[in-house]
């Protein structure tokens, strides 16, 4: 590549231009600039050729089109190496662009303020930046282009240090980053879009995936420490973050790739309930929850569910804490987090007294599933995915599979355990009573020992407590250790070819069998 001598800068983000771009003149390269920029430019003292003065034609359209012009994107891609292009250029007089420096309108952070109008929206869809990264990107060979301020102190150094060029190495880097630019840009535009027309109604779902995400931090490692880790978050759609990547770190260690997906059980768990209610969780299993009247009450029972599996454990609670929440969660033993909606003053100052525990707010708890969201699954080559697991069918619609009929308190505790399932491994068994749970049976190949160990869990609590099963019960043999354990009333949804023998099992010992129509696995 020659030396760079001319550069086009038309920047939206303007954050530490002006050194930049004096640098550039340093070197003696022509600057050619737009509408904000060169005004900028102008009033550092630095001399600047208008766009309109380099293309002979103006500005129009409100600044909707500037830089979309033959002489812009020819100077850009004129191939250095090619004669026919070098010899086409002279006769048309086309003067080669050396350097793109350009950034794109801000449309994330506009779609994020809240009560935007379509109309200001629409504005922020930069269509001349993009062009202009796409046409320097592409011509990478001949061009440079540098797409974030970020990038600025590298490419001035290097382009000081050799005498006004940039290496291949460099400008195909720049490139690279720059086609990310443009992909992350307009898949954002494509999420917001298709979030503010709504949830669609086509059902076999859209013919291209479109994903767009930022990194927000690369973590020490993944699962284990031979794996890389990093964090990524979703655009900011409708206002904050939503879910954990809204979170804000009061106290403690760094965050690890397993806290991340234990906070985000733990918060997902708490949200669904709107009693006071406390989560604790351990590789993404609850190991106990439980709503009271008080959130103090909620993390003692949830952690009293299991306490042992609870050692090293992550809380998620769905109201505010207070001293006395705080002092039951610091008296609970060995925590990694805590997870909720704030913290008053003196919670916080009990909780931070414990100096490895990571402590973390979500001030728009609301949101953590407020977004119409679909769930991913990796796989070899590919992607699975599918809806949010919703439960669609309320207690009313369930069926009375036996004569004996719950009672109100029985039909309460059934529909605690059977939102708890929707959150634990399948083949999922959850033991609740008084809206607590006192025996979980998670991540079984087969759903007898995923019972077997609930009641094991739940001991002499079993008796007179109820019991849900997020999947059919493909044989009798479950409920019978449920019945002879005690267990009053048995919520599942039915199903299996099995069910007359199943139902036949708790019709013998008067217990109420309750079908809900609707199964919840969670792989």
Same mark, same amino acid.
């Given at each position: 590549?020659?030396?760079?001598?001319?550069? /086009?800068?038309?920047v939206?983000?303007?954050?530490n231009l002006i050194?930049?771009?004096?640098?550039?003149?340093?070197?003696?390269?022509?600057?050619?600039?737009?509408?904000?920029?060169?005004?900028?430019?102008?009033?550092?003292?630095?001399?600047?050729?208008?766009?309109?003065?380099?293309?002979g034609?103006?500005? @129009?359209?409100?600044?909707?089109?500037?830089?979309?012009?033959?002489?812009?994107?020819?100077? @850009?891609?004129?191939?250095?190496?090619n004669?026919?292009?070098?010899?086409?250029?002279?006769?048309?007089?086309?003067?080669?662009?050396?350097?793109?420096?350009?950034?794109?309108?801000?449309?994330?952070?506009?779609?994020?303020?809240? %009560?935007?109008?379509?109309?200001?929206?629409?504005?922020?869809?930069?269509?001349?930046?993009?062009?202009?990264?796409?046409?320097?990107?592409?011509?990478?060979?001949?061009?440079?282009?540098?797409?974030?301020?970020?990038?600025?102190?590298?490419? /001035?150094?290097?382009?000081?240090?050799?005498?006004?060029?940039?290496?291949?190495?460099?400008r195909?880097?720049?490139?690279?980053?720059?086609?990310?630019?443009?992909?992350?840009?307009?898949?954002?535009?494509?999420?917001?879009?298709a979030?503010?027309?709504?949830?669609?109604?086509?059902?076999? $779902?859209?013919?291209?995936?479109?994903?767009?995400?930022?990194?927000?931090?690369?973590?020490?490692?993944?699962?284990?420490?031979?794996?890389?880790?990093?964090?990524?978050?979703?655009?900011?759609?409708?206002?904050?973050?939503? $879910?954990?990547?809204?979170?804000?770190?009061?106290?403690?260690?760094?965050?690890?790739?397993?806290?991340?997906?234990?906070?985000?059980?733990?918060?997902?768990?708490?949200?669904?309930?709107?009693k006071?209610?406390?989560?604790?969780?351990? *590789?993404?299993?609850p190991?106990?929850?439980?709503?009271?009247?008080?959130?103090?009450?909620?993390?003692?029972?949830?952690?009293?569910?299991?306490?042992?599996?609870?050692?090293? %454990?992550?809380?998620?609670?769905?109201?505010?804490?207070?001293?006395?929440?705080?002092?039951?969660?610091?008296?609970?033993g060995?925590?990694?987090?805590?997870?909720?909606?704030?913290?008053?003053?003196?919670?916080?100052?009990?909780?931070?007294?414990?100096?490895?525990?990571?402590?973390?707010?979500?001030? %728009?708890?609301?949101?953590?599933?407020?977004?119409?969201?679909?769930?991913?699954?990796?796989?070899?080559?590919?992607?699975?995915?599918?809806?949010?697991?919703?439960?669609?069918?309320?207690?009313?619609?369930?069926?009375?599979?036996?004569?004996?009929?719950?009672?109100?308190?029985?039909?309460?505790?059934?529909?605690?355990?059977?939102?708890?399932?929707q959150?634990?491994?399948?083949?999922?068994?959850?033991?609740?009573?008084?809206?607590?749970?006192?025996?979980? %049976?998670?991540?079984?190949?087969?759903?007898?020992?995923?019972?077997? @160990?609930?009641?094991?869990?739940?001991?002499?609590?079993?008796?007179?407590a109820?019991?849900?099963?997020?999947?059919?019960?493909?044989?009798?043999?479950?409920?019978?250790?449920?019945?002879?354990?005690?267990?009053?009333?048995?919520?599942?949804?039915?199903?299996?070819?099995?069910?007359?023998?199943?139902?036949?099992?708790?019709?013998?010992?008067?217990?109420?069998?309750?079908?809900?129509?609707?199964? *919840?696995?969670?792989?």
């Open positions: 590549m020659k030396r760079i001598r001319r550069a /086009l800068v038309s939206s983000d303007k954050e050194p930049f771009v004096q640098g550039l003149r340093r070197l003696g390269v022509q600057i050619i600039s737009t509408g904000g920029t060169a005004k900028l430019l102008k009033d550092a003292g630095i001399p600047v050729k208008a766009i309109a003065e380099f293309t034609f103006p500005e @129009i359209l409100t600044g909707r089109v500037k830089t979309l012009h033959p002489k812009v994107h020819g100077g @850009i891609l004129i191939s250095r190496a004669r026919r292009h070098l010899a086409e250029a002279k006769r048309l007089g086309l003067e080669p662009i050396d350097l793109v420096v350009v950034n794109l309108y801000p449309f994330e952070e506009t779609a994020a303020r809240p %009560g935007v109008s379509w109309a200001k929206l629409i504005e922020q869809i930069d269509i001349g930046g993009v062009a202009l990264m796409r046409s320097a990107a592409k011509n990478f060979s001949s061009v440079g282009v540098v797409t974030a301020s970020s990038q600025y102190q590298e490419v /001035l150094r290097e382009l000081n240090q050799r005498g006004g060029q940039l290496t291949h190495a460099t195909m880097r720049l490139a690279v980053e720059a086609f990310s630019q443009c992909a992350y840009y307009d898949a954002v535009i494509h999420q917001v879009l979030h503010r027309q709504g949830p669609s109604r086509r059902s076999d $779902g859209p013919s291209l995936l479109v994903l767009a995400a930022r990194k927000r931090q690369t973590l020490r490692y993944g699962e284990n420490p031979h794996q890389p880790g990093f964090w990524y978050e979703w655009p900011r759609l409708t206002g904050g973050a939503l $879910g954990i990547s809204g979170a804000r770190q009061l106290h403690g260690k760094e965050l690890s790739f397993n806290n991340l997906l234990d906070l985000d059980a733990a918060l997902s768990m708490a949200s669904g309930f709107s006071p209610t406390a989560a604790v969780v351990k *590789h993404a299993n190991c106990g929850i439980a709503s009271a009247a008080a959130l103090s009450r909620a993390v003692a029972r949830a952690f009293a569910t299991d306490p042992v599996s609870a050692f090293g %454990g992550i809380v998620g609670v769905n109201r505010r804490v207070d001293p006395a929440a705080a002092r039951a969660i610091a008296g609970s060995f925590l990694e987090c805590v997870v909720a909606p704030g913290f008053k003053p003196e919670a916080l100052r009990i909780l931070t007294v414990k100096k490895n525990l990571r402590v973390l707010e979500v001030p %728009g708890w609301g949101k953590a599933r407020g977004r119409n969201c679909v769930d991913f699954k990796p796989i070899g080559g590919g992607l699975l995915v599918q809806g949010p697991d919703r439960i669609l069918k309320p207690p009313s619609r369930w069926r009375a599979a036996t004569s004996a009929k719950p009672t109100a308190s029985q039909m309460r505790d059934l529909l605690f355990a059977w939102r708890v399932s959150h634990v491994r399948s083949n999922a068994i959850v033991v609740v009573k008084d809206e607590a749970t006192v025996g979980i %049976g998670a991540g079984q190949p087969s759903r007898v020992d995923s019972v077997r @160990i609930a009641l094991k869990k739940a001991g002499r609590r079993a008796r007179g109820v019991l849900a099963s997020d999947g059919f019960f493909p044989k009798p043999d479950g409920p019978r250790l449920a019945v002879r354990a005690g267990i009053a009333a048995i919520a599942q949804p039915g199903g299996s070819i099995q069910d007359p023998a199943v139902i036949q099992a708790a019709q013998r010992a008067r217990v109420p069998m309750l079908m809900t129509g609707e199964r *919840h696995f969670r792989h």
